[in-house]
């Protein structure tokens, strides 16, 4: 309830102090805007770069995808081991 009641009187202090000090706030404003602007481009940049590199890392790196026959041959081979190993352990 306090946290409340605190957070009310904090809202109308801030609508008062823009009223009050309107021209300041512009001030204020027009000075953080283009800040937020070129962070935020820098930001954009820095990820989009990034994201390049990302591309050409896998671009230079050859993808040797086996076919799923080869697949399905191999996991059977594993699965037969395995059986054979379960039943290895059966027997002890």
Known sequence: MKTLVG???A?????IGIVAWFPQFLT???GTIPVMFLLGGALAI???V???KDTWKEAETPVTDSGPEEDVGKYKKEI???K????????D
Do not use: N, Q, S
């Open 28 to 30: 204020v404003l027009a």
């Open 7 to 9: 957070g009310a009187i």
């Open 50 to 52: 990034d994201e390049l």
């Open 84 to 91: 054979e190993e379960i039943e290895t352990l059966k027997k």
């Open 11 to 15: 809202v109308i202090l801030g609508v």
């Open 80 to 82: 037969d081991e395995l």
């Open 46 to 48: 820095y990820l989009g």
